[in-house]
C-alpha cells in the first residue's frame, strides 16, 4: 500500500500450497508465507515497492504475484494489479488491516502516519502488521451442480465461495479451515474418506491433477504408506507442508491405537494443539463427540480464544476480533452486558451466499441500536459480518456444534439468533437446544439463561420433516401437490404411479435444490435413485406432483412473539414452476395473479406462521396452475434468500424488523402492520456462472445454479425486466434474427413467442419441427438444419453472427444431450442471448418492446420511496380536508 508522501507498506505475505497452474482464488493459502527463507521474503518485498512506484500507484492498495522456483530461488513476476483484488479481503481479515478502507482514506489525500490503526488505537496504519499466527484459506467448488463438467483446477477460477482459519500453527489453522467448508469433513483424516479404497493408479492421477479433492487423496496416499517425497514429485505441493501433513497422519495413528479413557490431559493438550476437533478424536477413539467433549472439559483441557492485533503482541488490541487455540492465556475479556450470539453463514456456496450475510449484519445493527452487545461468529474473509467493525466481538471460528458451544460456554450470551444465516446455523439448533436444555447456562447479564431467540428449533424441524409438516397442513386444510415419501425403490415407483408423471424428486433436507430433478418415466426416476440419491430408510427421497406450466410465487413474511404477521412482499416468478426459485427472475408486486388466489396465499401464509409459532421472518412458495388452484410447495420458518431483495423493493429492513421482533419487540412497537405494495416493479435476476464450467448445459431447472443476482426497478414491469438483463449481462438485442427450437411440451406457445418477436421486427429461424408448427400458422420462418443434418448449420449461423438471439427448450433426449447442448454452448461462446424457458421469452420480447419505444432514466432508489411517501401524504390530506 502507498500513499501520496512515498510511504509504502507491505500488508501481507500470502503462499499457496497449490503449486504454479492452479488460479490463486481456487488454491489453498496461507499466510504468513511458510517456506521462504527470510532471504527470499527480503527479495520479493523489494521487488513489490519497486513495482509498485514503477507501475505509478499513487495512492491505494496492490497485489503482486511471483512464482518462486523452490529449487534455485528463481523469482518471476506473474502479474500486478494496480487495485484491490481477490485476496485484499483475505488479507485484510488475516491482519485486522482494513485495505479498502485505508484505500478510501488515501485516496482523499490522508497519508499512511496520518491514519490511526482501529485495532490497537495507538499506532498509525504506517506500522506495517505483522501477525504471530497462521491464516488458511481454503475454496469452496459445487462442480456437483454443473454435470458434464471436470472437477479439474486450471488458470480459470471456478470457486464459488471460501472459508478461512486462524490458529497457532499451520497444523491447527488448516484442520479449522477444512471443516469451516462445511462439505462433510470434521478435519483433515480421521475419517471415512473415498479415496482410501482407489486403485493405485486412480490415486496418483488425483495427486498428479489438481483437483477441490486433492488434499484427502494426499492423506490417502501417507495412510497407505507413500512417502513424502513420491506424494512430493507427484504433486508439487512443498515438502514442508506435506511433511506437517504427515505428522497429522502419525498422531491420527496414535489415536487409533487407543480408546478414549487412556487419553491423558497431555495427549489432550497435544491432539487439540494441532487442530483435532472433538469429533476427530470421537471417530478414531471409536467413542461419540459428546464423550469426548466431557472427558476433555473433566481434565480442564479447554481453548483459549487470542485477538488480531495486527502487531504481533506489541501493542494491546482494542477491538474484540477472536480466533480460539489451545494455550493458557485467554484474552477474550467478556464482558456482563446483555448480549446476543449471531451465527453466520460459513462459506458462501450455490443456494447459500450473501443474501443471508446481509441479514446477519443487518441483525448486529438493529441489536446494536437496541442497547444489546452483538457476537459474530464466522468463517467466511468475503462477507460483511467478519469485518472487526460490524459487531462488538467477532469470532473467527468454524460454525461447528464444538465451537459454538465453547463461544456459549465462554460468552453466556441472552439469546443465539439462529435464523440468519441459511442452512448452517439450522443443523446446528436442534444440538445447541440440546445442551441449553440439559446444562441450561445462565447468561452474564444475570437475566436468566442462555435461549435461542425466534422461532424455535422444534417447529423450525417441524417444516423440514415431511410427515409433521403434512399433518400441520392436513390440519390448517391448505392444498399442497399430491406426492409421497419413498423409503425404497418399490415405494419411489408405487407413489409415481399414483400421482402421474411428471414427477418431481429430491431428497429430504436440500439446500439450494441439490439433487432436485423432474422425471418423466419409471425408468428416468430408477436412474435418477440410482445415481443422483441412495435411497433407504434412514435418507428417504420426496416425491411430488409436477405442475406443468404453473406460476410459481414467494412470499416473506414477518411474525412477533404477540401472534401478529404481517406480509413482506409477495414476489411473482417469470420462468414457470420448476425452475429453482434461485436462480427465477422474479417481480415485486405480482403481475398476473389474481385477487382471489393472492387472498388465498396471504391467509394460508398468516394461518401457517401461527401455527408454526413463527418469530422472526417465514419464507413460503406457492404454484398457481393455469385453472386457478393454489399449491403449497413448502416453507421455511427463517430468513430466506429472497429478504434484502423484498427489503430493497418495499423500502423496509426487513433483516432488522426480525432481529427486533426475536429480542421482544411486536410488529406495533416497530410501526410495521401493513403489507406495502410499492408503486413501483423491482425485477430479480440470477446471474449464472455457465461460462467458467466447460461441458456443462445451460438449461436451467430445480437444481440451483447462480451464483448471485441482480435488481432492474422502474415504474413499467417490462423495463425494471429490461434493466435487470442488462445488469446480469444478458443484454437484449432490439433487431436481427431470432433462433426457435421448442421441445414438444412447450410447442403450445411457440405461436406466441414467435409473434411477440415478429412485432417488435426480428426474423424467425428454425429447425424442423418448430419450423413446421410456424408454418402451419402462416407466419414467415427460415428453416435451419440441426447440427447432425449436415451444414450449414445452426451452429455455424451462430458463428457467423447470422443469429442475434435464441429461445431453446430441451427435448432432454439422446439426441438434444449431444446437439442441444453443443449448441447452447455455442451460443455461451459467441455471447449470444439464450432464453430456455417460454416465460422468459415473453417478458423478453415486451421488454424489447419498451426498450425500442423508451429511454432508461436513471433514479436514485431512495427518490423511488421519497416520492411514493410523498404521494401518499398528499392523498392523505386529501381525504382529511374532504372529511
Not at 433407504?536 to 411474525?559: F, G, H, M, Q
Request: with cysteine; proline share 5%; aromatic share 8%.
Amino acid at each position: 500500500m502507498r500513499d501520496l508522501a512515498d510511504n509504502v507498506v507491505i500488508i501481507c505475505s500470502i503462499e499457496n500450497i497449490d503449486p504454479m497452474g492452479v488460479h490463486t482464488g481456487d488454491s489453498i493459502t496461507v499466510a504468513p508465507a511458510q517456506t521462504l527463507t527470510d532471504k527470499e521474503y527480503q527479495r520479493l518485498r523489494d521487488y513489490s515497492i519497486a513495482i509498485i512506484r514503477e507501475i505509478g500507484v499513487e495512492c491505494g492498495g496492490s497485489n503482486v504475484q511471483f512464482a518462486v522456483n523452490p529449487e534455485d530461488g528463481e523469482v518471476m513476476i506473474i502479474e500486478m494489479n494496480p487495485r484491490v483484488s481477490r485476496s485484499s479481503a483475505l488479507a485484510s481479515k488475516a491482519t485486522g488491516f482494513p485495505i479498502a478502507k485505508m484505500a478510501a482514506k488515501l485516496s482523499v489525500g490522508y497519508s499512511l502516519d496520518q491514519i490511526p490503526n482501529d485495532i490497537t488505537k495507538k499506532t498509525p496504519a504506517s506500522f506495517e502488521p505483522s501477525i504471530d499466527y497462521v491464516v488458511t484459506k481454503i475454496p469452496r467448488f459445487a462442480f456437483e451442480k454443473f454435470p458434464g463438467s471436470e472437477p479439474i483446477l486450471t488458470t480459470q477460477m471456478k470457486s464459488v465461495g471460501e472459508s478461512m482459519a486462524v490458529g497457532r500453527t499451520f497444523q491447527e489453522s488448516f484442520q479449522k479451515a477444512v471443516r469451516s467448508l462445511e462439505c462433510g469433513y470434521s478435519g483433515w483424516g480421521c475419517a471415512k474418506v473415498k479415496e482410501l479404497d482407489w486403485e493405485w493408479e486412480q490415486l496418483k492421477y488425483s495427486l498428479r491433477v489438481p483437483s477441490p479433492d486433492r488434499m484427502h487423496s494426499i492423506y490417502a496416499a501417507m495412510k497407505r504408506g507413500m512417502k513424502v517425497d513420491d506424494i512430493h514429485e507427484l504433486s508439487y505441493v512443498d515438502k514442508w507442508f506435506l511433511t506437517q501433513l504427515k505428522e497429522l497422519v502419525d498422531v491420527e495413528q496414535y489415536l487409533l491405537a487407543r480408546n478414549l479413557s487412556q487419553l491423558t490431559k497431555d495427549d489432550f493438550w497435544e491432539v487439540k494443539r494441532r487442530g483435532f476437533s472433538d469429533k476427530q478424536i470421537a471417530f478414531a477413539t471409536k467413542s461419540t463427540e459428546k464423550e469426548v467433549r466431557s472427558k476433555r472439559l473433566s481434565l480442564g483441557v479447554k481453548p483459549v480464544y487470542k485477538r488480531v492485533d495486527t502487531c504481533a503482541a506489541e501493542f494491546e488490541a482494542d477491538t474484540p476480533y477472536m480466533y480460539s487455540s489451545y494455550e493458557f492465556e485467554c484474552e477474550s475479556a467478556p464482558t456482563n452486558r446483555k448480549k446476543v450470539l449471531i451465527l453466520g453463514g460459513g462459506p458462501n456456496r450455490i443456494g447459500q451466499g450473501i443474501e443471508f450475510d446481509y441479514c446477519c449484519c443487518h441483525t448486529s445493527f438493529a441489536l446494536q441500536d437496541a442497547g444489546y452487545e452483538t457476537i459474530m461468529m464466522n468463517s467466511n474473509p468475503e462477507t460483511v459480518s467478519t469485518d472487526y467493525d460490524t459487531s462488538d466481538r467477532l469470532y473467527f471460528e468454524p460454525l461447528t456444534v464444538e465451537d459454538v458451544l465453547n463461544i456459549i460456554d465462554l460468552e453466556g450470551p441472552d439469546g443465539i439468533i439462529v435464523q440468519f444465516g441459511g442452512q448452517t446455523p439450522l443443523k446446528l439448533s436442534l444440538p445447541i437446544q440440546q445442551y441449553l436444555d440439559e446444562r441450561k447456562p445462565n447468561c452474564r447479564s444475570g437475566y436468566g439463561l442462555v435461549r435461542i431467540w425466534g422461532t424455535s428449533p422444534d417447529s423450525i424441524d417441524a417444516a423440514e420433516d415431511r410427515e409433521r409438516f403434512n399433518a400441520i397442513l392436513t390440519e390448517l386444510q391448505i392444498e399442497q401437490p399430491k406426492g409421497g415419501i419413498a423409503k425404497s425403490e418399490k415405494d419411489a415407483l408405487a407413489i409415481a404411479a399414483d400421482i402421474g408423471y411428471p414427477v418431481v424428486v429430491r431428497p429430504s433436507y436440500v439446500l439450494g435444490g441439490r439433487a432436485m430433478e423432474i422425471v418423466y418415466s419409471d425408468e428416468k426416476l430408477v436412474t435418477y435413485l440410482e445415481t443422483a440419491v441412495e435411497v433407504d430408510p434412514e435418507r428417504p427421497v420426496l416425491i411430488d406432483k409436477y405442475l406443468s406450466d404453473a406460476i410459481e410465487i414467494d412470499i416473506d413474511a414477518l411474525a412477533d412473539s404477540h401472534g401478529n404477521v404481517v406480509i413482506g412482499g409477495i414476489m411473482e416468478h417469470i420462468e414457470q414452476a420448476g425452475v429453482h426459485s434461485g436462480d427465477s427472475a422474479c417481480m415485486l408486486p405480482t403481475k398476473t395473479v389474481s385477487l382471489s388466489c393472492l387472498e388465498t396465499i396471504r391467509s394460508w401464509t398468516t394461518k401457517l406462521a401461527k401455527k408454526l409459532n413463527v418469530c422472526g421472518l417465514m419464507n413460503c412458495q406457492y404454484a398457481i396452475t393455469a385453472s386457478g388452484d393454489v399449491f403449497l410447495l413448502e416453507a421455511n420458518p427463517r430468513a430466506s434468500r429472497t429478504v434484502p431483495f423484498v427489503s430493497k423493493a418495499i423500502g423496509h429492513p426487513l433483516a432488522k424488523y426480525a432481529a427486533l421482533v426475536m429480542s421482544g419487540k411486536s410488529l406495533h412497537d416497530l410501526q410495521f402492520t401493513k403489507e406495502v405494495i410499492p408503486a413501483h416493479v423491482s425485477v430479480k435476476e440470477a446471474v449464472l456462472p455457465f461460462e467458467k464450467f466447460q461441458g456443462a448445459d445451460v438449461l436451467l431447472g430445480p437444481e440451483m445454479r447462480s451464483t448471485g443476482e441482480v435488481m432492474g426497478i422502474h415504474s413499467e414491469s417490462s423495463i425494471a425486466f429490461a434493466k435487470a438483463q442488462i445488469a446480469a449481462g444478458q443484454k437484449p438485442p432490439l433487431s436481427g434474427t431470432l433462433f426457435l427450437s421448442l421441445n414438444d411440451l412447450t410447442k403450445p406457445h411457440l405461436a406466441s413467442i414467435a409473434r411477440a418477436f415478429l412485432g417488435v421486427g426480428f426474423t424467425l429461424a428454425a429447425t424442423s419441427g418448430t419450423a413446421h408448427v410456424l408454418e402451419l400458422e402462416g407466419l414467415p420462418v427460415e428453416r435451419v438444419l440441426k447440427m447432425h443434418e449436415g451444414r450449414p448449420h445452426a451452429g455455424d449461423m451462430i458463428a457467423n453472427g447470422q443469429i442475434q438471439m435464441m429461445v431453446v427448450t430441451s427435448s432432454g433426449d439422446q439426441l438434444d444431450q449431444i446437439d442441444g447442448r453443443k449448441l447452447r454452448r455455442m451460443a455461451l461462446a459467441y455471447k449470444i442471448p439464450i432464453i430456455t424457458t417460454v416465460a422468459g421469452a415473453l417478458a423478453t420480447a415486451e421488454a424489447i418492446k419498451s426498450l425500442k419505444c423508451s429511454k432508461i432514466e436513471m433514479t436514485a432508489l431512495q427518490d423511488y420511496f421519497s416520492s411514493e411517501k410523498a404521494t401518499k401524504s398528499t392523498k392523505t390530506l386529501q381525504s382529511v380536508s374532504s372529511t
